[in-house]
């Protein structure tokens, strides 16, 4: 976890971070529909700690009520699992299987 709180830190100032996240996107998506689908499921893992940071900067310091917030699940965020980790896969064999 600490490594994506580092390359969230340092994508906007280093600019290899920066190329590297780049071609890492562009690459997933030149593979089309499981690219697409690597690309959620790293989103929806970056969510909590790109949430984290928003507060931090917002509150200008870190204590532990930032800390609740930044972990407690939103409606859409709950969603965004369930669709991510359930219906993601299934999509993915069906497509897989049938296409």
Do not use: C
Request: avoid cysteine.
């Amino acid at each position: 976890m600490v490594a994506v709180h580092l390359v969230i830190l340092a994508l906007p100032f280093i600019e290899s971070v920066r190329s590297n996240f780049y071609e890492m996107i562009n690459t997933l998506l030149e593979n089309g529909l499981i690219g697409y689908a690597v690309i959620i499921v790293l989103f929806s893992i970056l969510i909590p700690s790109i949430k984290l940071w928003y507060f931090v900067v917002l509150e200008r310091g870190i204590n532990i009520n930032l800390l609740k917030r930044a972990l407690e699940k939103t409606d859409l965020e709950q969603k965004l699992s369930t669709y991510v980790w359930v219906y993601l896969p299934v999509l993915l064999v069906i497509y897989v299987y049938f296409f």
